[in-house]
């Protein structure tokens, strides 16, 4: 190493003795000093290379000044007449005395035309022949004789050949004694002064020089003064080479070199920079005036100052070389390299024999070796971690410190991120260019960003990255300013508030742009790799932090974490090595981990992009199916929508996603935010002990139209639930009750509405054939009854129906809102105008629903509370039962009230909707009506027929005795209200709008329409509607129960004469009939006029409506009031025959025995 700087440094050793009169107080050390630099013994050039080469340039020269071959003893600069006028102008006098200080004041000058040619050839010579006396090595040994006793390498140095203060600058950084480190200091000053006073410089970098064209080797070519910029061409060569720009010719290895290691001499004081010098005097005035020089504290305060507006541009070019300079080494950094040193030893990072030297000193290197060692916990010193942070923002400000990243991303600059070099921007610009944000990006610049990144490890400090610190600052003054500054967690706090109102656009942006690449390598995420590195290094075989595997790239990390995390063995995941249940705690995730593991997963979900399984393989169905979808979680919701449409790697991870999602529905971090409110009234306590069970989208569902859901929330539950449909794994509590009750007995069936279906049928059939144990098990039930439930609230959830009416939604119910199953109920009551193939399901439905009205969701919400009142101990498939019975109850809610007359009339118009009557009837049906059931069809409704034959059955008192106790109840029913007699509504709507409009309209349930068509019987003019009207009043004789006017009118005769004759089979009636017709008792006026009337209604029913058959005539007798005189007629009748048979004998000839014999 000392070979590089042997000569120069004893130049430097003179000047400081020289320069410094305090050293040690020692006059005579200072005399032989002075004695040495003014009576040089070559005055004009001494023995060896360097007084050669003085000798070359001093003949160079031409007209230049030379020193005098001899001078006295006290010579000094300030006497010669060729640098008199100069140093007037420019050195203050008190300085003249002393010709360091001297030389040291026109040597900074910066202006080639502040002094003058011959006086700088003077000071050239007066500094070459400091170099070329070996005298000045004796006095370094004399004032740094301690040094070189604690300095190893300097001890062991040769005398007389000029290389001891070589070593002594080399190792300057560890020079403690004042006055040897004065020495030093200075001589360093006068050596980077001109790089040709470095030894070997000009040899080892004389072609370079030519082949860059920075500068002659000659002094008459180019000013002393000048110097300082043909190192910084040289500088800037080398980065160029580095970068690979076009045309960059190659440096030599030894020049490059020499190169670094003139940057490295130079770390400490910017004044041995000189062309940084020179270019950043007036910056440093300005921006840094009160920074003390030395151990590079002004390189540090110009580097902070950089992207300043009032910066030169100059000096930012100067700046940026320097810095690209340490890019390459960080030694070239003398604050890291020394903070550093200690902790680079102590963690092996520039001790690594599988990596090239040239690698091992670049800043990229030291940076990720020291982080590592942070990340895993160990005690890298404060100062060290103060350095790199400063190093790790430098290189995410500006984008060029990085040569792959100039190298490849040079196209994706210059078409999207040119003019934006300052403080991080075109950083970020790309960074949004590999978001694909602003088009394709080049898979070498993809990774040269993601490497930066790494190197930078903005996601430890956020401050790293001050592009997303300027934007960001107001939201973390505001929505994290509980977090402490710096704190990892300030990145997840960003993430939390991401879209709402506390978050500003430009945060938005560069949040997103940097989460992308933090997203790629689970690394990135600090509080992550610190909580779930042994999980991955246990589950997912990974290395140390700065080491990758193809086995297992950074970006499979976090996959393989999140498996474990929610894949049980009971949810299907096979254990490694088939290893045992017992050992299953070996292969799931530390509480710690999981957490962490979950936060991402909600993070990942504000963005498609920050998935990077995702975006990798549904990158095509993006495009194809989502272009258009560009606002906050649209994408994914997209995805969601065309599942059976995407590529099947893509169908895959959308699809884990979704049934993750179905487990911890918190993921989903946008629905959460929307449904605050519904979750703090209905689900906190579901929200806060919730532990992956799915019970908080449970929750959101059976709340979803509460007063406090507002429409984000309720849209994003129910394109949840629409979602879940598509398989049933997507439903994680319904997955996990029935798996294996699926398995068995619905294999092969993987649509959620199928599966439900399937299993719900089973249950069914076991529960219809009363199975001895259920196939189904009872957790299963339970929550198949939740679905199934679910399903009822939303025509959408049932996709057959849905698709079967959706022509009939848009045309009949086309702004009726889709949730609390109000379409479906719009469909029921256009259930006439539906077409054919929706007219079907929608029946099927209905059939359904009235097996078990748990499943009517109308019912069920609009008549909770009166389910609560009067039905608490019914079972579920009774409840409709029991609210038939209390509807006409004072207590009875109107709406419930309404929705019960809307499910009776349902159950009239076919009796296959009536499961009680249907079971009561079972052999009445096709003993009776059998005609009608003939003409029927499998999916057509019977609109009543079947009933309105078994009514006629009942007034013919036919019926079996449980299918007669129904009919009554629902004849009992109808002629309260005559909308529950389908067949009378169908045929006599128009009769009613002309004769009973008022009756109508007054919706009262007391029967009164049903009187108003008994008494204007007559005037009726429709046939069909006069039959149905005729066959009211057969029933009613039937049963006065039937007919409520009369019934309301003779209910206190009824009480005092028939109380002992039980109801039915027409007995209370002919009770009130012979009452009628004894004179000795006297009937309420009101019962005998409405008595009277049915009398003649019936007179005249009997007239228009003569009996059609037998059995019809056998009941017109036997309700007759004539009843008695008549079957006193036929009795005679007959025995008037009977007689005549005996008294006349046979008719017919009698048949002899043998006849009957043959």
Known sequence: MADCIRVPLLLLLMCILAAVHPIRGDSNVIARLTGNADNPQNPAGGAGPAAMNAGAADRNLGAGASLPRRRTAGWKLAEEAVCREDLTRLCPKHSWNNNLAVLECLQDKKEETEIAAECNH???????????????????????KTTISEVKECAAEELGKGYLVSCLVDHRSNISDYQCNQYITKMTSIVFSDYRLICGFMDKCRDDINVLRCGSISTGEKDVHSQ???????EKGLVREVEEQPGAPAIKDDCKKAIMRVA????????????????CREDRERFCENTLAGEGRVYKCLFNHKFEEAMSERCREALTTRQKLIAQDYKVSYSLAKACKSDLRKYRCSVDTNMPRAR???????????????????????????EMMDYRRMLMEDFSLSPEIVLHCRSEIEGHCSGLHRKGRTLHCLMRVGRGDMGAIDPNCQRALQTLIQEADPGADYRIDRALNEACESVIQTACKHIRNGDPMILSCLMEHLYTEKMVEDCEHRLLELQYFIARDWKLDPILYKKCQGDAARLCHTHGWNETSEMMPPGAIFSCLYRHAYRSVEQGRRLPG??????NHGFTLSRDCKVEVQRILHQRALDVKLDPELQRRCLTDLGKWCSEKTEAGQELECLQDHLEDLVSDCRDVVGNLTELESEDIQIEALLMRACEPVIQAHCHEVADNQIDTGDLMECLVQNKHQKEMNEKCAVG????QLIQIKDFRFSYKFKTACKEDVLKLCPNIKKKVDVVICLSTTVRNDTLQEA???RVSVKCRKQLRVEEVEMSEDIRLEPELYDSCKQDITRLCQNVAYGNAQVIECLKENKRQLTSRCHQRIFKLQEVEMVDPELDYQLMRVCKHMIRRFCTESEGKNVLQCLKQNKNSELMDPKCKQMITKRQITQNTDYRLNPVLRKACKADIPKFCQSILNKATADSELEGQVISCLKLKYADQRLSSDCEDQIRVILQESALDYRLDLQLQIHCTQEISRLCPEEAAAQEQTGQVEECLKVNLLKIKQDACKKEVLNMLKESKADIFVDPVLHTACALDIKHHCAAIPPGRGRQMSCLMEALQDKRIRLQPECKKRLQDRIDMWSYAAKVAPAEGFSDLAFQVMTSPSKNYILTMIGAGVALLFLMGLLCGRFTKRVTQELKDR
């Open 578 to 583: 088939g290893a045992s249940e017992a050992e």
């Open 717 to 720: 539950v129910t394109h949840f």
């Open 360 to 386: 091992e000193a670049r800043l990229s290197y030291l940076l990720l070796c020291l982080e590592s060692s942070v990340h895993r916990g160990r005690v890298v010193s404060g100062e060290c971690q103060g």
């Open 228 to 234: 300082g910029e043909v190192i910084a061409c040289l």
């Open 122 to 144: 003077l000071l050239w010579n007066y500094k070459l022949n400091l170099t070329t006396d070996p005298k000045f090595e004796s006095v370094a040994v004399e004032v740094c």
């Open 772 to 774: 001895k144990e259920q």
């Open 264 to 279: 490295e001499l130079s770390s400490d004081d910017f004044h041995l920079d000189r062309y940084l010098y020179f270019a």
